[in-house]
Nanobody, 129 residues
Framework: QVLLVESGGGSVQAGGSLRLSCAASGITYKTYCMGWFRQAPGKEREGVAS????????DYADSVKGRFTISQDNAKNTLYLQMNNLKPEDSAMYYCAATFTFPQYCSLAYRKTAGMDYWGKGSLVTISS
């Protein structure tokens, strides 16, 4: 059974940085897609960034490009999201998610309709102006 546990959320002022971590267990296959998603109150959940395990290929939402970086430490089975130059509109609950799929299906656009199979419980990020 896949288990995802997020950590690293918190409250910072605009322009600050945070790094989210997602500890993964139970992932027994090498071909998987992992991603970060967020949902603000009253808004739909949106994909923030995704990464494919074997190739390390990444995809980002336009709103975070140049500010956020997704990475993975396979030795530690941990996914990260480095968030820099944070803005108030980045405030949301951030979720780590995973699914077993092929690399061409790891884009945020594809996962928006296809969904993800496994989800963490989320980590709250609050950015004050």
């Amino acid at each position: 059974q896949v288990l995802l546990v997020e950590s690293g959320g918190g409250s910072v002022q605009a322009g600050g940085s945070l790094r989210l971590s997602c500890a993964a267990s139970g992932i027994t296959y090498k071909t998987y897609c992992m991603g970060w998603f967020r949902q603000a109150p009253g808004k739909e959940r949106e994909g923030v960034a995704s990464v494919y395990s074997d190739f390390g290929t990444t995809d980002y939402a336009d709103s975070v490009k140049g500010r956020f970086t997704i990475s993975q430490d396979n030795a530690k089975n941990t996914l990260y999201l480095q968030m820099n130059n944070l803005k108030p509109e980045d405030s949301a609950m951030y979720y780590c998610a995973a699914t077993f799929t092929f690399p061409q299906y790891c884009s945020l656009a594809y996962r928006k309709t296809a969904g993800m199979d496994y989800w963490g419980k989320g980590s709250l990020v609050t950015i004050s102006s």
